[in-house]
């Protein structure tokens, strides 16, 4: 069993409780990107603008170590991950930000880009946490007690990249779904109460990227889609089998967005001028494949995300502008410059949009213009880019920079 850290007598109990009267009374967060992995926020009842300098800042947490992992919150606890010391730690945090617990998952990355990546997964009472040289933890949601672990590396021939893998696994049911990128292993599945190996996707033999899956289901048929270094792949969620391989090159194989799904339809999209590509998904008893329907070098994706609502694609381009892209057809609605390239989320008809400079901007939602409507800077301080997404949880704002998380209160009076 790894070693934990315990910060606080009573801080799990209290935790508990207060999961029942915050967490438990509104949404939660319970992984990358949210409930769907889509970026949406069903939070309502927001701030249509902020005041001047920013929404009331609740508290800022430090400790967590040096990282770009987001937060996932669930069950009265923010969890996410770091380097501290020489171990990548995974920490959870009570909601007024004083540490509950701290459990390391391997040693930490500290080579190109140093840092941690993944975002833990909570699923009820367990967390799931990847590190960036591939192993992946189950730990006990109250306490941070390491209840299993497998090393991607050694258990299935897994490689790393150029900037380590950065996934964060998907829970399928009774099942982890994460990608070593061996050559005999792209995906595989692993029983999520005790770690064991469900099934394996050879794949390709291509090297893993650094997008994290979705689950898709259409016609009956459950699919597990995510990006290898060159390509989108789409395989069936209940055997592993690889059902279809679109090619999707970038620049240092950098495939780093989550894939979208929508009526039929997944949308890809990568940096460095590679720009996304709109498939058509076709389903065939427990056959699928793909063709493509449009392209588009309009919205380059670096890492920021992309948000698919109301029948359009919002993002920034690689190099900094703000894009809005009809989902059916690829037409561009806008380009405008916004806080510039960053990451976003969406909540009660507004963007949070998140510059890597550290800028946070309120958006107004819609097609027809990227109107900024607040912008507030947050405290500089730590090292590297502002490059983990922004949460919205239960009427406030969680931005990370480095070792701090600032949590703001964005309520509606």
């Known amino acids: 069993m790894s ?3 315990m910060v606080g007598r009573g801080v799990a109990v209290w935790a508990l409780a207060a999961g029942v ?3 438990g009374a509104g949404h939660e967060w319970p992984q990358w990107r949210g409930p769907k992995r889509d970026g949406l926020s069903a939070e309502t009842g927001l701030l249509k603008q902020w005041p001047k300098g920013g929404p009331e800042k609740l508290w800022t947490a430090t400790g967590i170590g040096h990282g770009f992992s987001s937060m996932s919150i669930a069950g009265g606890l923010v969890y996410t991950g770091g380097n501290v010391g020489k171990e990548t730690m995974v920490t959870a945090l009570t909601l007024d930000g004083k540490i509950a617990w701290q459990t390391p998952n391997g040693g930490a990355y500290t080579r190109s880009i140093p840092g941690s990546r993944s975002t833990p997964t909570v699923d009820g009472a367990r967390v799931y946490h990847k590190s960036p040289e591939g192993r992946v933890a189950c730990l006990d949601a109250q306490s941070g007690k390491e209840l299993w672990a497998v090393d991607l590396m050694k258990a299935f021939g897994g490689r790393n990249i150029t900037w380590a893998q950065a996934e964060s696994p998907l829970i399928d049911g009774n ?8 050559a005999q292993a792209a995906v595989v599945a692993l029983d999520k109460a005790t770690g064991k190996k469900v099934w394996v996707c050879k794949g390709t033999g291509d090297k893993p990227g650094y997008a994290s899956p979705i689950l898709v289901e259409q016609d009956g048929l459950r699919l597990i889609v995510t990006m290898t270094a060159k390509a989108a792949i789409g395989l069936n969620a209940d055997t592993g089998e690889l059902l279809w391989d679109f090619a999707h090159k970038t620049s240092y194989d950098c495939n780093i967005p989550t894939p979208i799904y929508h009526d039929g339809h997944i949308f890809i999209d990568s940096g460095y001028g590679s720009g996304g590509a709109l498939l058509e998904l076709t389903v065939a008893g427990k056959k699928a494949s793909v063709k493509e329907v449009w392209r588009t070098k309009a919205l380059d994706n670096h890492h920021g995300g992309i948000v698919l609502l109301d029948g359009y694609l919002y993002g920034s381009t690689h190099k900094g502008q703000w894009v809005c892209l009809e989902f ?3 037409k561009v609605m806008y380009t ?4 510039g390239k960053g990451s976003i989320t969406y909540a ?4 949070y949009t998140y510059s890597e400079g550290g800028a946070a901007g309120l958006v107004k939602a819609g097609p027809s213009a990227h109107e900024v409507v607040s912008t507030f800077r947050v405290p500089k301080g730590g090292r590297g880019p502002y490059w983990a997404h922004p949460v919205v949880c239960n009427g406030r704002l969680y931005l990370r920079h480095d070792d701090a998380l600032h949590c703001y209160d964005i309520k509606a009076p």
């Open 175 to 182: 099942r982890v779904i994460c990608s070593p990128g061996g």
């Open 348 to 351: 009660d008809g507004m963007f």
């Open 21 to 23: 009267c915050l967490a």
């Open 336 to 339: 405008e410059r916004g806080v």
């Open 3 to 5: 070693r934990r850290r």
């Open 328 to 330: 059916k057809t690829g």
